[in-house]
């Protein structure tokens, strides 16, 4: 009996841990359209329905949202969304 509930302690310990990590992510999207037209966002999860909310919103593919999902801090990726170039970076 006590292996049941140490493994339900578990398990709700770690799905948790995944809510509170996903809220807490912080990105920085430089979305460049051509050479005069470059812009920076901060993006923070923290106020989103589900992870990568915003990411979704924007039309990112699903192989895109998988990638950015393991991304570590400071590591970064690009991703051209139509005709948009999309810097990524994670902050937090």
Known sequence: ??????????SLAKSLNDFS???????????????LLND????????FREPMDWMVDQGYP???LEELEYLKLSQSISVTVGDVEHCIMRVK
């Open 21 to 35: 990590e996903y809220r807490g992510r912080v990105w920085i999207v430089s979305i460049r359209e051509n050479q």
């Open 62 to 64: 699903d192989d895109v």
């Open 1 to 10: 009996m006590g292996t049941f509930w140490g493994k339900v302690n578990d």
């Open 40 to 47: 920076s966002v901060i993006v923070s999860e923290d106020s």
